[in-house]
């Protein structure tokens, strides 16, 4: 089971994008799924998550821009970003808890995806 990100890039500031992220192979079940991401020389911070049945929770510096969003029956997960500031420039990590089909429950990380937003 892996996680394949993309949607990054380069962005001006004030601009949006969407960043998108797939679970593949055989996950028995996919739990929550949510976006980190971390800044050149800061630690990875939570992004926002959401939950199997779509309960959501956004760190406070995104609330009001980024919007995260699942598709059960594709096991997506898509953080549409508005209004982008420079502070935002990251490499943006996509999570799953995932439920294999061995049973075994586990954190899923994606490869990460760059943004960048120019001032």
């Known amino acids: 089971v892996q996680l394949q990100a993309s949607g990054g890039g380069l962005v001006q500031a004030g601009g949006s994008l969407r960043l998108a992220c797939v679970v593949s192979?055989?996950?028995?079940?996919?739990?929550?799924m949510g976006w980190y991401r971390q800044a050149p020389g800061k630690q990875r911070e939570l992004v926002a998550v959401?939950?199997?049945?779509?309960?959501?929770a956004s760190a406070d510096s995104v609330k009001g821009r980024f919007t995260i969003s699942r598709d059960n029956a594709k096991n997506t997960v898509e953080l549409q970003m508005m209004s982008l500031k420079p502070e935002d420039t990251a490499i943006y990590y996509c999570?799953?808890?995932?439920?294999?089909?061995?049973?075994?429950?586990?954190?899923?990380w994606g490869q990460g995806t760059e943004v960048t937003v120019s001032s």
């Open positions: 192979g055989n996950a028995f079940s996919v739990a929550t």
């Open positions: 999570i799953a808890v995932i439920t294999d089909t061995h049973r075994e429950t586990y954190t899923l």
């Open positions: 959401i939950t199997g049945r779509s309960a959501t």
